[in-house]
């Protein structure tokens, strides 16, 4: 079993900043990928970032964000944040933490990932 806690949504201005943040609990893996969704009520939930964790860290990114969110691993290890620069309204949404295990390769489908967290909320108001 592992554990998802994110930490860092709340109520912001459009064109503010933002980092949310993720830690993972449980087991340790040697391989996994670790992400951020997107959801708002009524839609899809929807692909922000991910992040492979070994290989160099490579990551990958919505069209909707590139240029303007950040994933990076912390220091712990199964750690990982999201800085969100230049919000814009229709970045609101609740925003879920989520970890792929045993793999190296970055996925954009929710369905790929084995544990999610309860979701942050973050509204820009503009």
């Known amino acids: 079993q592992v554990r998802l806690v994110e930490s860092g949504g709340r109520l912001v201005q459009a064109g503010d900043s933002l980092r949310l943040s993720c830690a993972a609990s449980?087991?340790?893996?040697?391989?996994?990928?670790m992400g951020w969704f997107r959801q708002v009520p009524g839609t899809d939930r929807e692909f922000v970032a991910a992040?492979?964790?070994?290989?160099?860290?490579?990551?990958v990114y919505a069209d909707k964000v590139k240029g303007r969110f950040t994933i990076s691993r912390d220091n712990a290890e199964m750690t990982v944040s999201l800085q969100m620069n230049n919000l814009k309204a229709e970045d609101t949404a609740v925003y879920y933490c989520a970890i792929d295990l045993w793999t190296t390769v970055v996925k954009t489908t929710p369905d790929a990932y084995d544990y999610w967290g309860q979701g942050t909320q973050v509204t820009v108001s503009s």
């Open positions: 992040l492979n964790w070994r290989s160099g860290g490579s990551a």
């Open positions: 449980g087991r340790t893996f040697r391989d996994y990928v």
